[in-house]
């Protein structure tokens, strides 16, 4: 009984902390108007600007809708990655002094890790949300709950990256660095743009969830390999960060 | 201009004292170009290139346009961070006496420098996959981008904060010089001749593939430059009254 009670306690206490986390790591978002204006204003503006200027693109054998939708897709996939993607590379770097002082005050680094990595799934619901109602005015959606899920799926996964990122180098600018050009390498690749060759371009992030989301706009059927190949992304990705996170944000986050 | 060259210095050393800046600027442009000309298929294909439409390699284009791109993206974070991190020293640079042109000169210098070395590195990594027919006015155009967006960057900076700064550097660059300017389109986007690449593209292209280089582009995109050079100086004076 006794026993049932303790553990009982543990995981309230655990929960608690998850959520003192998480409305830490809100509230430090949203305290700058700039970022919510951000989140809002610029999922529209970059789908429909990637729709435009797509527009003006010849229509190749290689491409599996009209340029314009095939730009409006790959906006929208690259907006729901990419704000999480930066919001969880911030997240790490900016915080790290302030997990550090929870940390002293006994909250378990992965406990942190995980209120962090929440933070980023809230706003990886709002992008992903935000984006697919811009799409769906630009372009119809086969399978909504499909590319929902998909959206929600990258950002979580950018998401990671950053995370990772952040974990690894402990400033702003080379953190922002390298994660501004992983992510365009990987924006460029997945485009639809340019036909690329060979299996390099999978090893790419967004290879997979693009492969996704396309077969739900156009309701072809989600094939369960790029399924498969996501999902064991985001998984390899959350060990790294959070081994990242634990191990290299330790104390010397203090000095 | 004692104070700006010391501000420069400073500058400067701050840049020296991380290896791992350094490193990224060497190692994250030559990525950035051997990726791309590593996964485009070997096949040709019809571009507009100065007026007129010559068949070009899918490696060698591909290359063209990412050696600006990632001189424009080390430039615009460059510029974002330079900002945003020296803000508090230049608000008491100022109050101590440095003038506004002093303080200018000396984050422009760094700037600059910063945008000519990634030029530099990206330049050469381009010349060992494809080398331009015009190598000189290729890397002119080159650093001209890498200015621009780093101009473009402190403006961002002295805007927004850093999260959104380097969101909208994330997606500024790629959509003006991969999608806007690209010579794959067949027509020419309503925006893209007021876009910040247009004439520092206009040149790279024409030097990668055309034996004679047309240098009105090059006048363009300076005078460009200086346009965005003062709206980022007043925008930095402004800052500087209210920090």
């Not at chain 2, 010559?54 to 993206?73: E, F, K």
Request: one cysteine or more; hydrophobic letters at 55%.
């Amino acid at each position: 009984m006794r026993e049932a009670r303790g553990r009982s306690t543990t995981v309230v206490a655990r929960a608690r902390r998850l959520e003192v986390g998480l409305s830490s790591a809100i509230r430090e978002f949203v305290r700058e108007p700039v970022n919510l204006a951000l989140l809002v204003a610029l999922p529209p503006a970059i789908v429909v600007s990637y729709g435009s200027m797509m527009s003006a693109f010849p229509e190749l054998p290689y491409m599996s809708s009209s340029p314009e939708t095939l730009g409006a897709v790959a906006g929208t996939l690259f907006v729901a990655a990419f704000l999480p993607g930066v919001i969880g590379l911030f997240q790490v770097i900016s915080a790290r002094r302030a997990d550090e002082r929870l940390s002293l005050t006994g909250f378990p680094r992965a406990t942190l890790f995980c209120a962090r990595l929440l933070a980023v799934a809230v706003a990886s619901l709002l992008t992903a949300s935000i984006s697919l109602v811009v799409l769906t005015t630009r372009t119809d959606v086969a399978a909504l709950p499909a590319a929902f899920g998909t959206l929600v799926l990258v950002g979580v996964l950018y998401g990671l990256v950053g995370m990772l990122v952040g974990a690894v180098l402990p400033r702003e600018l080379e953190g922002s660095l390298v994660l501004i050009f992983v992510a365009d390498v990987d924006e460029a690749l997945a485009s639809g743009i340019v036909q690329t060759d060979g299996a390099f371009a999978k090893l790419f992030p967004l290879h997979y969830p693009h492969e996704l989301f396309q077969a739900a706009v156009e309701g072809s059927g989600v094939a369960t390999g790029d399924a498969l190949a996501a999902g064991a992304y985001v998984l390899v990705l959350g060990v790294a960060a959070l081994g990242a996170y634990t191990t290299l944000t330790g104390e010397e986050g203090l000095r | 201009m004692r104070s700006a060259r010391t501000t420069f210095e400073m500058g400067l050393r701050e840049y020296v004292r991380t290896p791992v800046l350094l490193a990224l600027l060497l190692f994250l442009p030559a990525y950035f170009i051997g990726v791309f000309s590593y996964v485009m298929p070997d096949q040709s294909v019809p571009v507009d290139v100065g007026g007129e439409t010559l068949q070009v390699g899918m490696q060698a284009l591909v290359a063209a346009l990412m050696t600006p791109m990632a001189a424009a993206l080390v430039g615009g974070i460059a510029g974002l961070f330079l900002m945003q991190s020296a803000r508090d020293v230049d608000t008491r640079l100022s109050i101590v006496g440095a003038s506004l042109p002093e303080i200018l000169l000396a984050r422009g210098g760094v700037l600059a420098l910063a945008a000519a070395v990634a030029s530099l590195v990206a330049t050469a990594v381009v010349t060992l996959t494809h080398v331009p027919e015009q190598v000189g006015w290729f890397l002119a155009a080159t650093v001209l981008t890498g200015l621009l967006y780093g101009t473009l960057g402190a403006l961002v900076g002295l805007v927004l904060n850093r999260l959104a700064g380097v969101y909208v550097l994330l997606f500024g660059p790629l959509l003006d010089i991969f999608l806007a300017q690209s010579p794959l389109s067949t027509e020419t986007h309503a925006v893209a001749p007021y876009l910040p690449g247009h004439y520092p593209m206009e040149l790279a292209l024409d030097a990668a593939f055309t034996a004679g280089v047309d240098p009105s582009p090059l006048w363009w995109g300076l005078g460009y430059l200086l346009a965005v050079a003062l709206v980022t100086g007043l925008a930095f004076r402004r800052a500087l009254r209210v920090g």
